[in-house]
């Protein structure tokens, strides 16, 4: 079966700009949450969806948003960027109690 | 505050030597565990976890890790390496029960494999 995949892989934008990245869970996976990482601080949770509701966030400011749509795709939204929002961000699924299986991420660059 | 911790940032190993990475948790109570598997530029690669049971877990690829509460430790092993095996691995707890995607992450160790 399709594993998690988001897009795009790759992404350079300017100071200031916004981004949108996608995530589309493995079929049947109803929990969606994504993590930033970095070289400094590693591995950080930013949100996770379930059904189209945010459950759980972690400690990022507003800038970061995100969304999950009725087929379980999600969506996360950075607001005026900054040089420090370069990371890898990915994304995980969850079949509850199953552990999290995540997608090769998307690799944000702020110019 | 919850955390996990690998005190190890770099091993090398020869091929065809054994491994062992070190995993310590700080919780309340004994959470979920977690090992992945990292390549350069790509996402996590679950390779096993425990929830409960028994305390030695058996993951893909030939890995296996011991949960000993003792030492609130989960340490993951593999008999032989193998250059494939060249990597970065981390170790992640989540609350007992589950926490609604919140995986606390360790600062991961980075695995190089010697000829």
């Known amino acids: 079966k399709a594993g998690v995949t988001q897009t795009p892989r790759y992404l350079i934008k300017t100071r200031g700009q916004q981004v949108t990245l996608s995530c589309s869970p493995i079929s049947g996976h109803r929990s969606v949450s994504w993590y930033q990482q970095t070289p400094g601080q590693g591995l950080q949770f930013l949100f996770e969806y379930f059904s189209e509701t945010q459950r759980n966030k972690g400690n990022f400011p507003g800038r970061f948003s995100g969304r999950q749509f009725s087929n379980s795709r999600s969506e996360m939204n950075v607001s005026t960027l900054e040089l420090g929002d370069s990371a890898l961000y990915l994304c995980a699924s969850s079949l509850s109690g199953s552990g999290y299986t995540f997608g090769s991420g998307t690799r944000l660059t702020v110019v | 505050a919850q955390s996990v911790t690998q005190p190890d940032i770099h091993i090398t190993v020869s091929e065809g030597a054994s491994l062992e990475l070190r995993c310590n948790y700080s919780?309340?109570?004994?959470?979920?565990l977690f090992w992945y598997v990292q390549s350069p530029g790509q996402g996590l690669q679950l390779l096993l976890k425990?929830?409960?049971?028994?305390?030695l877990v058996q993951g893909i690829k030939g890995f296996e890790a011991e949960f000993k509460r003792s030492q609130s430790s989960f340490n993951l092993r593999k008999p032989s390496v193998h250059w494939s095996d060249a990597a970065e691995y981390f170790c992640a707890a989540e609350n007992y029960g589950g926490s609604q995607g919140n995986l606390i992450f360790g600062k991961g160790t980075k695995l190089s494999v010697k000829p």
């Open positions: 425990y929830f409960s049971g028994d305390t």
């Open positions: 919780y309340g109570a004994t959470p979920y």
